[in-house]
């Protein structure tokens, strides 16, 4: 029974983690060239690319749009 439950207590952490968020390096682009990066962390890449842009328009500074890897 405990073999059971340490099983089963294993495969809930291992699906906790495949399902967390991660860390995106974004990219601010300005007239077609990169400026600078920020560290978003994000389920998604489509996700990261939204909280980066609105972050970065919210610090006041010039983008025209934003990549994440």
Do not use: H
Not at 10 to 23: D, P
Not at 28 to 57: C, H, M, Q, W
């Amino acid at each position: 029974m405990k073999k059971f439950i340490s099983v089963i207590l294993g495969l809930l952490v291992f699906t906790a983690i495949a399902y967390a968020a991660m860390s995106y390096e974004c990219w601010r682009y300005v007239n077609g060239k990169p400026i600078g990066f920020i560290n978003v962390e994000a389920d998604s890449k489509e996700e990261a690319e939204t909280k980066a842009y609105a972050r970065l328009k919210e610090s006041g500074s010039q983008i025209d749009y934003c990549k994440c890897k």
